[in-house]
């Protein structure tokens, strides 16, 4: 780590590969717990890799009568199988990567047990990721949405799953890694971080460390 200072960052459902190398970057983080919910973010998606190429997997929301909701407070729909059809759609893509068989147990329980929020959900699978990644989940939870952290970088917005809107950060290159469809598909970068660590396993925290420019130097 070379930042001294902290970081700001939302909840993320399988976070993308970026979103893991400011954790990789920053020596302290704060969780975003207070802010309204945005739809069509990774807050309640992820995108993997399939044989046709990305594919974005949905975890739907129960919608209040009001159109403002705390992330904190935002509870889980299971009015459809979005479980099952998750778990099918990455075990379809990544059932012949190089540890998908290694680390499968640790993840397939995400979609078995139900969460009453989202955020409580994304805090397990966050934990669950640097558990596997062998990195310190350095995150604490924010006391309220206003106040950004003294000597904190505000990176609540940076990470979006339309291009045009994901802020441009020069600390992060991501790397090349063999991916599952790499003779049928060109290399697809910023996925969700399954993708990383089904395909490179133990190596996948170099390969976080290779995406920051800066840890290279």
């Not at 991501?174 to 971080?193: A, G, H, M, W």
């Amino acid at each position: 780590m070379y930042h001294n200072k902290g970081i700001l960052l939302s909840t993320a459902y399988f976070a993308p590969v970026h979103y893991f190398t400011k954790l990789v970057q920053f020596k302290k983080g704060y969780l975003e717990r207070f802010e309204n919910f945005t739809k069509q973010t990774y807050r309640n998606r992820c995108e993997i890799l399939g044989a046709n190429g990305p594919v974005s997997l949905i975890v739907p929301v129960v919608k209040g009568r009001g159109r403002k909701i705390k992330i904190k407070d935002l509870r889980i729909s299971y009015d459809t199988e979005w479980q099952r059809n998750h778990w099918r759609t990455i075990f379809s893509a990544y059932n012949s990567s190089p540890f998908f068989e290694f680390y499968q147990d640790d993840i397939r329980p995400f979609f078995e047990q139900k969460r009453k929020y989202l955020f409580d959900l994304n805090g397990e699978i966050h934990e669950t990721i640097c558990d596997l990644l062998e990195m310190e989940n350095n995150l604490v939870l924010t006391d309220d949405f206003e106040k950004v952290p003294e000597n904190t970088a505000n990176f609540r917005e940076a990470f979006s799953p339309k291009k045009q809107k994901a802020f441009p950060d020069p600390d992060f290159q991501p790397q090349k890694y063999t991916q599952v469809f790499s003779e049928k598909l060109d290399f697809v970068p910023n996925l969700s971080i399954l993708d990383l660590l089904f395909n490179e396993g133990p190596n996948s925290f170099n390969i976080l460390e290779k995406s920051c420019p800066k840890a290279r130097e």
